[in-house]
């Protein structure tokens, strides 16, 4: 028997592995794991419904619903499935997490072979340590926010919550050192009151750190602070989705992204030659780790479509790209 007795699937992996009723989705290439705990998260980050204060369902990560299941159960099930390109296992913040966490990893290391990526609060690097030498292929601590001051507002001090810029910053740094570079990742959510500058900055600091950044749009879940704030415009979605493109691929330097009197990112390059970099559509999919499309984490099945999780047709790349403005 695992030494975790329970953990949380997102209910799209738990179809894919027969534990649900539903569509099974041959796209569905990432297998969505998160630590179970009998009450919510220590940390109180304003838009997620995991959060402390938040009065969320506790079964919710983003718009997606996490049931409970037996991991031995879970872990049963993988022999069912060969679909799969990756696991993400999600961690909430509470004192038994690295264990937990070292254990999840160890017994889906017996069972697979495939990339694990962990999305985990800072830790020291005896800690990420652990991790890696239990199994973890890459490493995700998320600052959601591109600011020190946003960042105390949405999840830092001013949330009576553990967590500070410096830590984040930190913890990134030893990653790097452990996993190396292109294994280590952070998260950005577009929507908390940046600029597109400030945004523009956080993605291109992170690029020279070699540290990847996934792209979200503020999604105002019932329950949680933010719950009444609207997502971002997706004008400004398409241009970070493309700014994040470009410079991640080294078709951009630094020198060549400005802003114009409105606020609004500009590149400064040809015309012609963005279309051919951007018209795939291929800047407009799910960011994050390899492999990783989150189906419908923030958006409606009705859209609009900030992430896709999936090649986007023609018409939707050439629509995107015209969102830009570029
Ligand atoms: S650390 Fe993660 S799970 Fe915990 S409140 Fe913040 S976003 Fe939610």
Redesign the pocket.
């Known amino acids: 028997m695992a030494l975790v007795e329970k953990v949380r699937l997102s209910l799209g992996t738990a179809i894919q592995l027969g534990l649900e009723a539903g569509f099974l989705d041959p796209c569905f290439t990432t297998a969505f794991l998160m630590t179970y705990r009998d009450g919510k998260?220590?940390?109180?980050?304003a838009?997620?419904p995991?959060?402390?204060e938040s009065t969320s369902s506790s079964d919710r990560?983003s718009r997606i619903s996490w049931p409970v299941y037996s991991f031995d159960e879970v872990l049963d099930s993988l022999d069912t499935i060969d679909t799969f390109r990756r696991y993400c296992i999600?961690s909430?913040?509470y004192p038994q997490a690295v264990e937990d966490v070292a254990s999840i990893l160890k017994e889906l290391r017996v069972k697979t072979s495939l990339p694990v990526s962990v999305s985990i609060?800072p830790l020291d690097s005896t800690g990420i340590t652990r991790l890696h030498d239990a199994g973890a292929t890459s490493i995700g601590v998320?600052f959601?926010a591109c600011t020190p001051e946003l960042f105390d507002e949405v999840?830092g001090k001013k949330r009576g919550a553990p967590y500070r810029w410096e830590t984040h910053l930190k913890a990134l740094q030893d990653a790097l050192e452990i996993f190396g570079q292109g294994n280590v990742t952070t998260h950005l959510v577009i929507g908390l009151g940046e600029t597109e500058k400030e945004a523009a900055d956080f993605i291109l600091t992170m690029n020279k750190m070699g540290i990847s950044v996934g792209l979200f749009a503020l999604t105002g879940v019932r329950g949680t602070t933010l719950e009444k704030e609207k997502p971002p415009e997706l004008s400004t979605y398409r241009r970070m989705q493309a700014l994040r493109f470009l410079i991640s691929h080294g078709y951009l330097t630094e020198t060549e992204v400005v802003i114009d009197s409105e606020g609004a990112l500009k590149v400064e390059l040809d015309a012609s030659l963005l279309g051919v970099l951007l018209s795939s559509g291929e800047a407009f999919r799910t960011s994050g780790c390899q492999g990783c499309n989150r189906p419908f984490y923030n958006e409606r099945p009705s859209g609009p479509m900030y992430n896709y999780p999936r090649p986007l047709t023609p018409e939707e790349a050439a629509d995107a790209l015209a969102l830009t403005g570029w």
Do not use: I, T
Request: net charge positive; with cysteine; glycine share 0%.
């Open positions: 998260c220590n940390a109180n980050c838009f997620c995991q959060a402390r990560l999600q909430l913040n609060h998320a959601d999840k």
